[in-house]
C-alpha cells in the first residue's frame, strides 16, 4: 500500500485567492511529481523533483510552482488562483536509484475556483 | 521520442464479458518499462503492473491478464468475467530506463455493466 497523501482532498476557493496544495510520502522516495488532470482526461506532467532543492517544470507549461525542501515533502501552490486551473493535481512518487519502479500516487486534489 | 497510444477512449460491456484494453508506444530505446494504472472514480492510481522491455512473458493475476509483444510495441490488458467494480478509467505508461518521466496514455474508460 502506498504511503503518500494529499491534503485537501476537494478545494473551492474564490478567484484571486494564494493556495497550497500538500503532498507528502513516508517511502523515502527521491523522486516525486505533480500531475493536472481534468476528469476523465489524460495525465499531464507540471512539475517533478529528483530530490531536496531540484525542481524542475513538467510538459505542460503550468502557473504553479513548487519546492522541495524536505524529502518527504513536494507543496505545491498558486499564487492568485483563477477559474482555468480548476482541475484535479495528483502527486506521485517513485524509488531513486537504478530501480525503475512504479510511481505511488496520492488521492488527489479536486480544485475548483471560482 | 516516446508516445503511448489508447485508441479506445470508451468501452462498455455487460458483466461477465470479457474486455481487451489495448496500449500502443513508442520509442526508439531498447531498454524500458510499461505499466498500467486504473483509476477508479474516487481520483486515485492504482497501479496494476509493470513489465521489463527485457521480458516478453505474459503474465496472469486472478481475472487480469498482460500481454507484452515488443514486435508490435504492444502491451494489452484483458480483464475475464469483468464486474461492476472493474469500471475505472484505466492508464498505460512508459518509462524510459534510468529516466524520470513517466509517459501516460490518454486512458481508456471501461464502464461495466450489470
Known amino acids: 500500500e502506498a504511503d503518500i497523501y494529499q491534503t485537501p482532498r476537494y478545494l473551492v476557493i474564490g478567484t484571486g485567492k494564494k493556495i497550497t496544495l500538500e503532498c507528502s510520502q513516508t517511502?523515502?522516495?527521491?523522486?516525486m511529481y505533480w500531475y493536472q488532470q481534468d476528469p476523465g482526461m489524460e495525465l499531464h506532467l507540471i512539475h517533478y523533483s529528483y530530490g531536496v532543492n531540484s525542481t524542475e517544470k513538467g510538459d505542460l507549461s503550468s502557473e504553479s510552482t513548487v519546492s522541495r525542501i524536505r524529502t518527504e515533502h513536494f507543496p505545491l501552490t498558486l499564487e492568485s488562483a483563477r477559474p482555468s486551473h480548476t482541475s484535479q493535481y495528483l502527486c506521485a512518487s517513485s524509488e531513486s536509484g537504478h530501480l525503475n519502479t512504479e510511481a505511488f500516487f496520492g488521492q488527489g486534489t479536486r480544485l475548483t475556483v471560482v | 521520442a516516446q508516445k503511448v497510444t489508447q485508441a479506445q477512449t470508451e468501452i462498455s460491456v455487460v458483466e461477465k464479458e470479457d474486455v481487451t484494453l489495448d496500449c500502443v508506444y513508442e520509442t526508439r530505446d531498447t531498454t524500458y518499462y510499461l505499466f498500467w494504472y486504473k483509476q477508479p472514480p474516487s481520483g486515485e492510481l492504482v497501479f496494476l503492473i509493470r513489465?521489463?522491455?527485457?521480458?516478453?512473458q505474459n503474465e496472469i493475476s486472478g481475472r487480469y491478464s498482460w500481454n507484452f509483444q515488443k514486435s508490435t510495441s504492444s502491451f494489452n490488458f484483458t480483464i475475464t468475467a469483468s464486474q461492476v467494480v472493474d469500471s475505472a478509467v484505466y492508464f498505460c505508461?512508459?518509462?524510459?530506463?534510468?529516466?524520470?518521466?513517466?509517459?501516460f496514455g490518454s486512458g481508456t474508460k471501461l464502464n461495466v455493466k450489470p
Open positions: 505508461a512508459l518509462r524510459r530506463y534510468n529516466f524520470n518521466k513517466f509517459y
Open positions: 517511502m523515502g522516495h527521491d523522486k
Open positions: 513489465r521489463n522491455s527485457f521480458d516478453e
